[in-house]
């Protein structure tokens, strides 16, 4: 009989866990921006690699819950470039897993985050610059590896992703819907990495099956919630939950850094 792993009876990881998976599973119903903050929550109860492996399963099952509620709404344009790159993407971050500076990227992922979000911001208040509704296929491509790249390190994926995705301007449901089916399956291709990087342990599995029932509800009520909301409301939300994160990822790099 495999025994509980100990943070199981930690109190400070339950509350950090349960926050991390509820933001997670409100992300992966529509709201976005709020899911990079789950992985920096629960890493301040584990490793970032035992967070990484806790998290893994949860998000599988909290993808293929978005996946059933907007399964006929996605882009398949942006599929194809997208997935494309992150199938290269994935690859490089389990090929290179030892040797990635998780500052410098964190570093460099926390700056164009920023930038993109506040650009936006700056438009949706009246800026003169008029955003480019359709990037280049090329720089989806690319935003494709740095999503598949950063999403195999530290599931923080979705920056890449809105990047090129997000000023298309698509309709809501098929921007939520895309986002699912995209990181459901980028998720998936990262699984044989994982198990082959050994971080599936027996503990960690166990963790993740005491947390999937509230992976599962936050999800549903992701799902629920965006329904709610209005395309414009939506959007500018989105924005914000994005510069939020940016800013965390530039506090993560510099207190790596100055460690």
């Given at each position: 009989m495999?025994?509980d792993?100990?943070?199981?009876?930690?109190?400070?990881f339950?509350?950090?866990?349960?926050?991390?998976?509820?933001?997670?599973?409100?992300a992966?119903?529509?709201?976005?921006?709020?899911g990079?903050?789950g992985?920096?929550?629960?890493?301040?109860?584990v490793?970032?690699?035992?967070?990484?492996?806790?998290?893994?399963?949860?998000?599988?099952?909290?993808?293929?819950?978005?996946?059933?509620?907007?399964?006929?709404?996605w882009?398949?344009?942006?599929?194809?470039?997208?997935?494309?790159?992150?199938?290269?993407?994935?690859?490089?971050?389990?090929?290179?897993?030892?040797?990635?500076?998780?500052?410098?990227?964190?570093?460099?992922?926390?700056?164009?985050?920023?930038?993109?979000?506040?650009?936006?911001?700056?438009?949706a208040?009246?800026?003169?610059?008029?955003?480019?509704?359709?990037?280049?296929?090329?720089?989806?491509?690319?935003?494709?590896?740095?999503?598949?790249?950063?999403?195999?390190?530290?599931?923080a994926?979705?920056?890449?992703?809105?990047?090129?995705?997000?000023?298309?301007?698509?309709?809501?449901d098929?921007?939520?819907?895309?986002?699912?089916?995209?990181?459901?399956?980028?998720?998936c291709?990262k699984?044989?990495?994982y198990?082959?990087?050994?971080q599936?342990?027996a503990?960690?599995?166990?963790?993740?099956?005491?947390?999937?029932?509230?992976?599962?509800?936050?999800?549903?009520?992701?799902?629920?919630?965006?329904?709610?909301?209005?395309?414009?409301?939506?959007?500018?939300?989105?924005?914000w939950?994005?510069?939020?994160?940016?800013?965390?990822?530039?506090?993560?790099?510099?207190?790596?850094?100055?460690?």
């Amino acid at each position: 009989m495999i025994p509980d792993p100990p943070v199981l009876h930690d109190p400070w990881f339950w509350l950090l866990g349960l926050l991390a998976v509820t933001l997670i599973g409100l992300a992966k119903g529509g709201f976005s921006g709020i899911g990079m903050l789950g992985m920096p929550l629960m890493a301040l109860a584990v490793s970032p690699v035992q967070a990484a492996a806790i998290l893994l399963p949860l998000l599988v099952v909290q993808d293929a819950v978005g996946i059933w509620a907007f399964r006929r709404s996605w882009d398949r344009h942006v599929m194809r470039v997208m997935l494309s790159g992150a199938v290269f993407g994935v690859l490089l971050g389990y090929l290179f897993a030892a040797s990635l500076r998780e500052d410098w990227m964190l570093l460099a992922l926390g700056a164009i985050t920023v930038i993109f979000a506040s650009h936006q911001l700056w438009i949706a208040r009246g800026g003169r610059t008029v955003p480019s509704r359709k990037l280049p296929d090329a720089v989806g491509l690319v935003c494709g590896v740095g999503a598949g790249l950063t999403s195999q390190i530290a599931h923080a994926g979705a920056p890449p992703f809105q990047i090129w995705v997000y000023p298309q301007r698509l309709p809501r449901d098929v921007l939520v819907g895309t986002s699912a089916i995209f990181f459901g399956a980028v998720n998936c291709l990262k699984v044989p990495a994982y198990i082959g990087l050994g971080q599936f342990t027996a503990a960690n599995l166990t963790v993740s099956a005491a947390l999937m029932p509230v992976a599962i509800l936050s999800t549903f009520a992701g799902v629920r919630l965006v329904r709610r909301v209005s395309p414009d409301r939506f959007y500018a939300l989105i924005y914000w939950l994005t510069l939020m994160v940016g800013l965390k990822l530039l506090w993560d790099a510099v207190g790596l850094l100055i460690l």
